[in-house]
Nanobody, 120 residues
Framework: VQLQASGGGLVQAGGSLRLSCAAS????????MGWFRQAPGKEREFAAA????????YYANSVKDRFTISRDNAKNTVYLQMNSLKPEDTAVYYC??????????????WGKGTQVTVSS
């Protein structure tokens, strides 16, 4: 599975962005998908995940109630809708394909990141 994230950019605090991650390969629908982020000088951390069938979603406490992960298996795409953005959300965001428990070790494929910058 090859993954390509897009949709990052510069936004003011309180604004919104929608990230997309397009996957190649016919096995996309068999993988759980996750979004991770890495701020400068920090380790890459989990943000959100969704099961292969969209039956369940998972969120880090820091983004819960502000971010929404979704997927469209017909389009081989996973999305991350980010609302009420804060300066501390500034990071490079990565999409990944894998399985529960959706930590870094459980993800088999990673895309190149997309930069999100939130200004105060």
């Amino acid at each position: 599975v090859q993954l390509q994230a897009s949709g990052g950019g510069l936004v003011q605090a309180g604004g919104s962005l929608r990230l997309s991650c397009a996957a190649s390969g016919r096995t996309f629908s068999s993988y759980g998908m996750g979004w991770f982020r890495q701020a400068p000088g920090k380790e890459r951390e989990f943000a959100a995940a969704i099961t292969s069938s969209s039956a369940r979603t998972y969120y880090a406490n820091s983004v819960k109630d502000r971010f929404t992960i979704s997927r469209d298996n017909a389009k081989n795409t996973v999305y991350l809708q980010m609302n009420s953005l804060k300066p501390e959300d500034t990071a490079v965001y990565y999409c990944a394909a894998g399985r529960f428990p959706y930590n870094r070790a459980a993800m088999d494929y990673w895309g190149k990141g997309t930069q999100v910058t939130v200004s105060s």
